[in-house]
């Protein structure tokens, strides 16, 4: 959901569409699709947008206030309710939104110097229910590495996380990574002086000013009885060339990714591990100042009771996971329309990091059962699906699919190689993943880089490799007419009259555009 006022709209300038020239240049004149000759007189300052359609539309003209919008959590317009269900509206509060505080955290008390995450107990106490599909069988594949194929993938549409326990790890095609890789390997390739971003366990927000060298002697010195818990979960490492030298990827996320299938292999770029691309059959991005996005090794290391509160990968992305050393417990939840619908409520309350969000599940639950039960008819929908555990030792491998909402505790000190990657077949996942990170209003750093630009540079690809389409396994086929509706209903927003051109703006910016014809409007 959208809200935007034009009478502040600095935009009516040199490069406004041409199609918008003979048009009034007062923003307050441009009619939405419930203008009538009666609402002339009405306000047409502040619009608002549709989550579902992505129509925009005054709020006069859809008689809503102010402050009837700022208790909305997702608008659906009157066309859209019927496929995507009414409005959501979020539980308002005179608070700011609030910080885990426990106590004086950052004033240092020695007596909260080592406390541990709150919810680390529950997570720990969880046991999963016995009313979804996916506990009733087994909420996740374990499976021997040689199985881990794109077939696999395919076959499944990696329904569920998948594990390949350390003794089958040997047979994954491909995999390479170091046993006694560590923290001095990191230091020595990565130089001491390279930035790192820390994680403060128990407040769950970043640390500003470490670098490797001062990670370092934290990590290898440090003591849970007086220190202060902290994680690292954001360095990425494709782009130092030993280090991605030494490390592959499997042949199965080489197989899927389809970053390695859009950009291109050069001295500018990363290069593509493992890839059976030519690259001769790739688009040639160097017509376009776009930069391969940097997501797809990462090295992860974290002290013993590092906790990371749920959340779902950016941009929808898959992740793999491998346990160099210690030991991982992950609480997952699948990628349901109602658990995201309660995500996104849970993320946005003003308490959400004092909530434990199968805490939150648990009491909507009760609410869709009692009214079930007192009025006997369902409501618009469905039960909540159920979460489960999957506990990773030293040497296990998992891959993560797209959308899965998650958290993470470590019971001891750990050093994870894992990293991130796009993948057709899961694109409707991934789009769907991206627009929650819009309405929850997840910071641009923690997105996947560049990533509507991303679609339409897949886009390009299969345009200039027809050929290529003819080899794609049916649910792959099937993501390309959900990418063409997608930057087809981009086009359109580009073109819509009634919406503003700052805002057009942003969208248009994602078009990549050959430098050397950039006076050339896609649109």
Known sequence: MSIKKHNIDPDNEKNDDDDDKGKNQNDDAEKCSLCTDESETKDKTNWLQCNACKEWYHTDCLSLSTSDVEKMLSYHCFKCVPKSGPTLYKRLSSRKKLKIDYVAFNQGEQSFVNQLHPHISKLLDFNATEDHPQINHRPYYTIDGEELTYEFSMKTALDKPVVVLQKDKTRIQNLSIPDNLSIDDIC?????????????????????????????????????????????????????????????????????????????????????????????????????????????????????????????????????????????????????????????????????????????????????????????????????????????????????????????????????????????????????????????????????????????????????????????????????????????????????KSIPNRIKKISKENIPRKQSVRKTDPT
């Open 188 to 496: 020595n390739y990565m130089g001491e002086d390279h930035p790192v971003e820390v994680m403060d366990c128990l407040t769950q927000e970043s640390l500003k000013n470490w670098n490797l060298g001062l990670w370092k002697d934290y990590y290898q010195k440090f003591d849970e009885n007086t220190d202060k818990i902290r994680n690292v979960i954001s360095l990425e490492i494709s782009h130092n060339l030993k280090l991605n030298e030494i490390i592959k990827r499997p042949e199965f996320v080489t197989d899927l990714d389809i970053i390695d299938k859009t950009w291109p292999t050069n001295n500018n770029l990363d290069d593509l591990d493992n890839s059976k691309n030519d690259s001769n059959e790739l688009t040639d991005l160097s017509e376009f100042n776009v930069k391969r996005p940097k997501v797809s090794k990462y090295c992860l290391m974290s002290l013993k009771n590092s906790y990371t509160d749920f959340h779902i990968d950016f941009g929808g992305t898959s992740v793999f996971y491998n346990i160099v050393k210690g030991k991982k417990i992950f609480l997952m939840f699948p990628p349901t329309d109602e658990n995201y619908r309660l995500y996104k409520e849970w993320s946005l309350k003003d308490d959400q990091n004092n909530i434990f969000f199968p805490d939150y599940i648990e009491e909507k639950k009760r609410i869709y059962h009692n009214h079930n039960h007192n009025h006997n008819h369902n409501l618009n929908y469905s039960n909540p699906g159920s979460g489960f555990k999957v506990i990773l030792n030293e040497g296990d491998f998992m891959i993560i699919p797209s959308g899965w909402i998650h958290a993470v505790y470590t019971p001891e000190k750990s050093f994870i190689i894992g990293g991130n990657f796009l993948t057709l077949f899961n694109l409707d996942q991934e789009i769907k993943v991206e627009e929650i990170e819009n309405l929850t209003k997840v910071p641009k750093k923690f997105q996947f880089p560049n990533f509507k630009m991303t679609l339409w540079l897949i886009s390009y690809y299969y345009l200039d490799n027809i050929n290529k389409i003819l080899k794609l396994d049916e649910r792959e086929k099937k993501m390309l007419f959900t990418l063409y509706d997608y930057l087809k209903n981009e086009l359109q927003f580009i073109k819509n």
